[in-house]
């Protein structure tokens, strides 16, 4: 049997982690039942999410290689029709060590290992069929936040930037914001120099939220430009972008002040140049703030000299799927139709159509969030044949994984597929002098997955999954790009950090 505790660093200090403690009774449970011991790995982890979509133990089996044919693989869509599983060769019970000295663990693991002997006497109640993670109905979940973001907030009373690190978004930290656009009048006045300023000066921000970061950037871009005595402003376009037209509209009320300045674009952030193509060689900055950590991700493993896919399927588990579907007098099975519903339609259209179970919008927020609160991802590791069939994005392999997964032994990293398309398809908007500028949370260094968990998580409606910083440092300077990811200069101990890209000198 293998143990493999990763949050290390909770192992010493003032208040360290008992882990004989927190293991023994797992261990115990492990032993009295009749699973094959030496086929089992006891995986901990510190999952550091107030929310997130673990239970406090799981069981995750390892499939062995299935031999039925290409398609069994998934291909990477998670969309194809899924193949009965192929037997399993290992299995993985994941433990979260935050949360275990409140539970009965021995009772816990006796509980799934019984469920995983007899997957017929479940009571979980599944949202989805098993997909890769970026296929997932959290997904769905969280594009609905940001679509019908005032409601949610007007229910919580809680606005969505008080969920972020450090309370409210990096962007709006003056002093980092006024430092980056003198760094760009001085790439100006050399180019103005050389008589090569365009007319129009560009600027785009990805993923706009209340549009609190575009007011500090624009108001700051005001003050410079006329201490700058050259007319900058009066040259510059900015251009919101957001797939929520919600969040557009209300971002652009925020900076109603500018004018004519600002514009709003429906841009799916994972497909940039789709929508900004005509911006080609011509953005100065391209500004992401807290954007790549909420796009879409697979996660990847190699577990024994193998490559595995993570697959998931969102749940309910039994006793919440009970009580949610009395409150909104369902019977229990239909709680994942009306989730389903609820996605498609939102919460307005939603007591439309039912009346029956949701008495107004009030009510179906209600539903909504309770659903989300229960929400948990059930996983498993499904054989990858060939990494290099493997669409991480429409234009990118999986070969871009080789060295992660076959150089660190056992590791399980994300793929992050919705900021690596965003990054690679922004990479040709900028201007040769342009540059791309992104606080974000990265993991920097790839062997940090050994040693922390980086979601995904819950802030309240939106998901959370830390960026895979090396890859993205990979693509760029494959394609002529100087990629740095360093600490925030503002806040130098938060876990955001900033990733610059520019073309290479
Ligand atoms: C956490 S908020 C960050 C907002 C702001 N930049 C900040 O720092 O406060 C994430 C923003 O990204 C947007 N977003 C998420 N996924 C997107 C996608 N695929 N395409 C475009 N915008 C997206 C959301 O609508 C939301 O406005």
Request: proline content about 6%; some cysteine.
């Given at each position: 049997?293998l143990?493999?505790?990763?949050?290390?660093?909770?192992?010493?200090?003032?208040?360290?982690?008992?882990?004989?403690?927190?293991?023994?009774p797992?261990?115990?449970?492990?032993?009295?039942s009749?699973?094959?011991?030496?086929?089992?790995?006891?995986?901990?982890?510190w999952?550091?999410?107030?929310?997130?979509?673990?239970?406090?133990?799981?069981?995750?089996?390892?499939?062995?290689?299935?031999?039925?044919?290409?398609?069994?693989?998934?291909?990477g869509?998670?969309?194809?029709?899924?193949?009965?599983?192929?037997?399993?060769?290992?299995?993985?019970?994941?433990?979260?060590?935050?949360?275990c000295?409140?539970?009965?663990?021995?009772?816990?693991?006796?509980?799934l290992?019984?469920?995983?002997?007899?997957?017929?006497?479940?009571?979980?109640?599944?949202?989805?069929?098993?997909?890769t993670?970026?296929?997932?109905?959290?997904?769905?979940?969280?594009?609905?936040?940001?679509?019908?973001?005032?409601?949610?907030?007007?229910?919580?009373?809680?606005?969505?930037?008080?969920?972020?690190?450090?309370?409210?978004?990096?962007?709006?930290?003056?002093?980092?914001?006024?430092?980056?656009?003198?760094?760009?009048?001085?790439?100006?006045?050399?180019?103005?120099?050389?008589?090569?300023?365009?007319?129009?000066?560009?600027?785009v921000?990805?993923?706009?939220?209340?549009?609190?970061?575009?007011r500090?950037?624009?108001?700051?871009?005001?003050?410079?430009?006329?201490?700058?005595?050259?007319?900058?402003?009066?040259?510059?376009?900015?251009?919101?972008?957001?797939?929520?037209?919600?969040?557009?509209?209300?971002?652009?009320?925020?900076?109603?002040?500018?004018?004519?300045?600002?514009?709003?674009?429906?841009?799916?952030?994972?497909?940039?140049?789709?929508?900004?193509?005509?911006?080609?060689?011509?953005?100065?900055?391209?500004?992401?703030?807290?954007?790549?950590?909420?796009?879409?991700?697979?996660?990847?493993?190699?577990?024994?000299?193998?490559?595995?896919?993570?697959?998931?399927?969102?749940?309910?588990?039994?006793?919440?799927?009970?009580?949610?579907?009395?409150?909104?007098?369902?019977?229990?099975?239909?709680?994942?139709?009306?989730?389903?519903?609820?996605?498609?339609?939102?919460?307005?259209?939603?007591?439309?159509?039912?009346?029956?179970?949701?008495?107004?919008?009030?009510?179906?927020?209600?539903?909504?969030?309770?659903?989300?609160?229960?929400?948990?991802?059930?996983?498993?590791?499904?054989?990858?044949?060939?990494?290099?069939?493997?669409?991480?994005?429409?234009?990118l392999?999986?070969?871009?994984?080789?060295?992660?997964?076959?150089?660190?032994?056992?590791?399980?990293?994300?793929?992050?597929?919705?900021?690596?398309?965003?990054?690679?398809g922004?990479?040709?908007?900028?201007?040769?002098?342009?540059?791309?500028?992104?606080?974000?949370l990265?993991?920097?260094?790839?062997?940090?997955?050994?040693?922390?968990?980086?979601?995904?998580?819950?802030?309240?409606?939106?998901?959370?999954?830390?960026?895979?910083?090396?890859?993205?440092?990979?693509?760029?300077?494959?394609?002529?790009?100087?990629?740095?990811?360093?600490?925030?200069?503002?806040?130098?101990?938060?876990?955001?950090?900033?990733?610059?890209?520019?073309?290479?000198?």
């Amino acid at each position: 049997m293998l143990v493999d505790v990763r949050p290390v660093s909770r192992l010493r200090g003032k208040d360290p982690v008992d882990v004989t403690a927190a293991l023994g009774p797992a261990v115990e449970a492990l032993c009295a039942s009749a699973v094959d011991l030496s086929r089992v790995s006891l995986v901990c982890d510190w999952i550091q999410y107030r929310s997130s979509f673990r239970e406090v133990a799981d069981y995750r089996p390892v499939l062995a290689p299935w031999r039925g044919g290409a398609e069994a693989e998934g291909a990477g869509t998670g969309l194809e029709p899924q193949p009965e599983p192929p037997a399993e060769a290992t299995l993985e019970i994941a433990i979260d060590l935050r949360r275990c000295a409140d539970t009965d663990l021995r009772a816990a693991v006796t509980g799934l290992l019984d469920e995983h002997a007899d997957p017929g006497s479940s009571t979980r109640v599944p949202l989805e069929p098993w997909v890769t993670g970026r296929h997932s109905c959290i997904w769905g979940f969280n594009a609905l936040y940001w679509q019908a973001l005032s409601h949610w907030e007007q229910a919580t009373g809680r606005e969505y930037e008080q969920a972020l690190p450090g309370g409210e978004s990096d962007a709006r930290n003056v002093a980092a914001v006024r430092e980056l656009i003198l760094e760009i009048f001085k790439t100006w006045d050399d180019l103005d120099a050389r008589s090569a300023l365009p007319p129009e000066l560009y600027v785009v921000e990805l993923g706009v939220g209340n549009g609190n970061q575009a007011r500090t950037w624009l108001d700051e871009f005001v003050e410079l430009s006329r201490a700058h005595s050259r007319d900058y402003y009066r040259r510059l376009h900015y251009i919101m972008c957001d797939y929520s037209p919600h969040v557009l509209g209300r971002a652009l009320k925020a900076v109603a002040h500018h004018g004519d300045h600002v514009s709003t674009l429906v841009v799916d952030a994972t497909r940039p140049a789709v929508s900004l193509g005509f911006l080609r060689g011509k953005a100065f900055l391209v500004y992401v703030s807290n954007v790549y950590d909420n796009l879409p991700s697979d996660e990847v493993a190699c577990i024994g000299g193998h490559t595995y896919q993570v697959e998931v399927r969102a749940f309910l588990p039994g006793a919440d799927a009970a009580r949610i579907a009395q409150r909104f007098s369902a019977p229990p099975q239909r709680v994942a139709e009306l989730a389903d519903k609820l996605l498609r339609l939102g919460p307005e259209l939603l007591c439309e159509a039912m009346p029956q179970h949701f008495g107004g919008t009030g009510q179906a927020v209600a539903f909504w969030r309770e659903v989300w609160a229960a929400l948990r991802l059930q996983e498993r590791y499904r054989p990858l044949r060939a990494l290099d069939l493997y669409q991480v994005t429409p234009d990118l392999n999986g070969e871009l994984l080789r060295s992660q997964l076959e150089s660190h032994g056992d590791i399980r990293v994300h793929v992050s597929n919705g900021a690596l398309g965003s990054f690679a398809g922004t990479l040709p908007l900028l201007h040769p002098f342009g540059r791309l500028l992104c606080h974000d949370l990265f993991v920097d260094d790839v062997r940090r997955y050994h040693s922390g968990f980086f979601g995904p998580g819950k802030y309240d409606g939106s998901v959370v999954n830390w960026v895979n910083g090396p890859l993205l440092r990979h693509i760029g300077g494959r394609a002529g790009f100087d990629v740095r990811i360093s600490p925030f200069t503002a806040r130098p101990s938060s876990n955001i950090k900033t990733l610059t890209a520019a073309v290479r000198e």
